[in-house]
């Protein structure tokens, strides 16, 4: 299973709304916040989670004493989950 049609929907969802992606990752400002969004194709090839995240940066900086990669990664969020988790 190819991730790269997913990607391309995705990207057209989140594009106008002022998301900038690099790989599989897309990061928005919003104030002081970096808001991510983050696909995971599993090992296999043949599944792929959908992640959020919100980090803010001074936060980030202060807890692990340097800046924050860029663009940001899921991971690094101080808020994250797995969009499956949000749906009831």
Do not use: H
């Not at 990061?27 to 808001?35: H, K």
């Not at 340097?66 to 969009?83: K, N």
Request: charged share 25%.
């Amino acid at each position: 299973m190819s991730a790269a049609p997913l990607v391309r929907r995705i990207e057209a969802l989140l594009t106008p709304l002022g998301f900038k992606r690099r790989g599989r990752t897309w990061n928005r400002s919003a104030g002081r916040l970096v808001q991510v969004i983050d696909l995971q194709v599993s090992k296999a090839g043949d599944a792929v989670t959908v992640n959020a995240g919100v980090m803010d940066p001074d936060v980030y900086a202060r807890c692990w004493g340097s800046s924050a990669s860029i663009p940001v990664q899921e991971p690094d969020c101080t808020v994250r989950v797995r969009i499956g988790e949000l749906i009831d």
